[in-house]
């Protein structure tokens, strides 16, 4: 099967710090651009930001006002999101996805549980 799986998730205080990871099982991602998604309860799914095939463009919601820097190291087949001044509107579940034929796709059992980020005082 092939797999994205989340980790880093947590319970951090407002104005901490999260760094989220996203590793491939099944296959390498390093081709495709990559792409971090967030869904708090009640709500729809997220853009956060994506990052390029080579790591040289990033994108990000306006949201992020700087505070995400979304990295990858492709020889890990692992992609980053740095999470700066986290704020209590972060609190959600973190996906991540690769844009595969222009698509977002985070595996073949859908996007699953992904990683907790709660931001609280």
């Known amino acids: 099967q092939v797999q994205l799986v989340e980790s880093g998730g947590g319970l951090v205080q407002p104005g901490g710090s999260l760094r989220l990871s996203c590793a491939a099982s099944?296959?390498?991602?390093?081709?495709?651009?990559m792409g971090w998604f967030r869904q708090a309860p009640g709500k729809e799914r997220e853009f956060v930001g994506r990052i390029s095939w080579s790591g040289g463009t990033t994108t990000y919601a306006d949201f992020t006002k700087g505070r995400f820097t979304i990295s990858r190291d492709n020889a890990k087949n692992t992609v980053y999101l740095q999470m700066n001044n986290l704020k209590p509107e972060d609190t959600a579940v973190y996906y991540c996805?690769?844009?595969?034929?222009?698509?977002?796709?985070?595996?073949?059992?859908?996007w699953g549980q992904g990683t907790q980020v709660t931001v609280s005082s």
């Open positions: 996805a690769a844009n595969v034929a222009s698509r977002w796709y985070h595996g073949d059992n859908g």
């Open positions: 099944g296959r390498t991602f390093s081709n495709y651009a």
